[in-house]
């Protein structure tokens, strides 16, 4: 048997399978084939045509057997999971996908940031943004309507819960989001005086930019309230 292709860009199958076999004894090289088949796990492969498994894959492959073995997850189940974390979602046991930090992980489950989730952009239907955000499906129509949360793409993004959830708890003290346009010509302006500065990229000083504007309309916002 050739002995297994290994570089600090990945492991050999090999490889994965003698680290994988420590906790799951009855997986195979057959078996990894199959979950890769599937869509599962897609290892980048060399020039020579051997699959590599980066970290993120093994911890991936991990997920799978385990959500098999304790769980009894069927495949078309753990497939929808990984979906749903590749979105930047957390998989919830016997309902939909949510967004995270709005469910504790799944006891005996990898967590999703073991196999590379961390730091991936959120990625909601408007379903998903709607339950995010604890609004109503007319709440969200007049939000959308007067652009204060736009999709990107065929989906919305971290910010759009959080500007959802804050528009429905301002309708609770009576602020339409009619009456937010002025918030978001205000956002408009700063983000455009910002990217005079910055340029059109996201940077780290886009983000410091940012949090100083923040806080500076917070500060004069309360400099115009009663005393």
């Known amino acids: 048997m050739a002995k297994p292709e290994s570089s600090a860009e990945g492991r050999g199958i090999g490889e994965v399978l003698q680290l994988l076999r420590a906790e799951f004894a009855d997986v195979t090289i057959s078996k990894i084939r199959f979950l890769e088949a599937e869509g599962l796990v897609t290892p980048a492969r060399t020039a020579s045509g051997?699959?590599?498994?980066?970290?993120?894959?093994?911890?991936r492959l991990r997920?799978?057997?385990?959500?098999?073995?304790?769980q009894y997850l069927p495949l078309k189940v753990i497939k929808e999971h990984l979906g749903a974390i590749d979105r930047g979602l957390r998989p919830a046991a016997g309902g939909p996908p949510v967004a995270p930090g709005s469910l504790p992980e799944t006891p005996g489950l990898p967590v999703a940031e073991d196999f590379g989730a961390a730091g991936i952009e959120l990625k909601l239907t408007r379903d998903e943004l709607r339950a995010a955000a604890g609004i109503s499906a007319e709440l969200l129509d007049q939000v959308e309507s007067?652009?204060?949360?736009?999709?990107?793409?065929?989906?919305?993004?971290?910010?759009a819960i959080l500007v959802a959830?804050?528009?429905?708890?301002?309708?609770?003290?009576?602020?339409?989001?009619?009456?937010l346009?002025?918030?978001?010509?205000?956002?408009?302006?700063?983000?455009?005086?910002?990217?005079?500065?910055?340029?059109?990229?996201?940077?780290?000083?886009?983000?410091?930019?940012?949090?100083?504007?923040?806080?500076?309309?917070?500060?004069?916002?309360?400099?115009r309230l009663p005393h």
């Open 63 to 70: 997920y799978v057997l385990t959500a098999q073995r304790d």
């Open 165 to 179: 959830k804050l528009a429905g708890e301002l309708a609770g003290y009576g602020i339409e989001p009619r009456h």
């Open 181 to 223: 346009r002025l918030f978001r010509t205000a956002a408009d302006r700063e983000a455009g005086l910002i990217e005079q500065v910055t340029g059109p990229r996201r940077t780290e000083q886009t983000g410091e930019l940012a949090a100083l504007a923040v806080r500076l309309h917070a500060a004069l916002v309360r400099s």
């Open 50 to 59: 051997y699959r590599k498994f980066s970290s993120a894959d093994v911890e």
């Open 146 to 159: 007067h652009g204060l949360v736009v999709a990107r793409g065929n989906h919305y993004d971290g910010d």
